[in-house]
Nanobody, 124 residues
Framework: QVQLVESGGGSLQAGGSLRLSCTSARFIFGSCMGWFRQAPGNGREGVAGVKLGYDRTYYAESLKGRFTIFHDRTKLYLQMKSLNPEDTAMYYC????????????????????WGQGTQVTVSS
């Protein structure tokens, strides 16, 4: 199992930007990493995913244009802009060693490894 550690969450006003980071001890070519979020009372929602090495990225339709997923050799990032109170949630970094495609990247069961989460709170 791969340990994932998120950072970068915080509280901010609507309209602001934030960058989340996820440190992973292992980046596996062909595997899938991504971000999920969960607001109180809601289930886990896929935010963005990336197939490592192929740089294929996937986004929740409602978040396209505001959120960007990218990575370097040791970290996965989620750049978020134009945040609004509906983006308030715990954000989780996820990873698997199997890969993903545009149909399954947003299924929580596709990921074996989950971080502890980092809270993002957006006020109006």
């Amino acid at each position: 199992q791969v340990q994932l550690v998120e950072s970068g969450g915080g509280s901010l006003q609507a309209g602001g930007s934030l960058r989340l980071s996820c440190t992973s001890a292992r980046f596996i070519f062909g595997s899938c990493m991504g971000w999920f979020r969960q607001a109180p009372g809601n289930g886990r929602e896929g935010v963005a995913g990336v197939k490592l090495g192929y740089d294929r990225t996937y986004y929740a339709e409602s978040l396209k244009g505001r959120f960007t997923i990218f990575h370097d050799r040791t970290k996965l990032y989620l750049q978020m802009k134009s945040l609004n109170p509906e983006d308030t949630a715990m954000y989780y970094c996820v990873a698997n060693n199997m890969g993903c495609d545009r149909d399954n990247w947003l299924l929580p069961g596709n990921y074996r490894d989950w971080g502890q989460g980092t809270q993002v709170t957006v006020s109006s």
